[in-house]
């Protein structure tokens, strides 16, 4: 290893994680929070109702993140 530190490009990471979290967000949310809204019987099922998409959006841009991340150092050190 020749001490060089892998530039990312922090933008384009960033940019591709907060459209999948946002995909995942109102693809979960349009399916699950109607649904968990009719069958809600008081104001706990209903918290519940908006923090799952939320959640599933979240790891859904974590995923996207951590991926994005490791294919850009590697990409870059394929070039190398």
Same mark, same amino acid.
């Given at each position: 290893m020749? +001490? &060089?530190?892998?530039?990312? *490009? !922090?933008? *384009?990471?960033w940019?591709?994680?907060w &459209?999948t $979290?946002?995909?995942?967000f $109102?693809g979960s949310? %349009?399916v699950?929070?109607p649904?968990m809204i %009719? @069958?809600?019987? *008081?104001?706990k099922?209903? !918290? %519940?109702?908006?923090? /799952?998409? %939320?959640?599933?959006g979240?790891?859904?841009? +974590?995923i /996207?993140?951590? !991926? @994005?991340?490791?294919? *850009?150092? $590697?990409? &870059?050190?394929?070039?190398?």
């Open positions: 020749t +001490g &060089k530190r892998k530039k990312i *490009d !922090w933008g *384009d990471v940019d591709r994680t &459209k $979290f946002i995909q995942g $109102f949310g %349009v699950l929070t649904a %009719v @069958n809600a019987k *008081d104001a099922d209903l !918290w %519940v109702s908006v923090i /799952c998409p %939320v959640l599933i979240g790891v859904a841009g +974590g /996207c993140a951590l !991926w @994005n991340t490791a294919r *850009d150092y $590697f990409s &870059k050190k394929k070039e190398k």
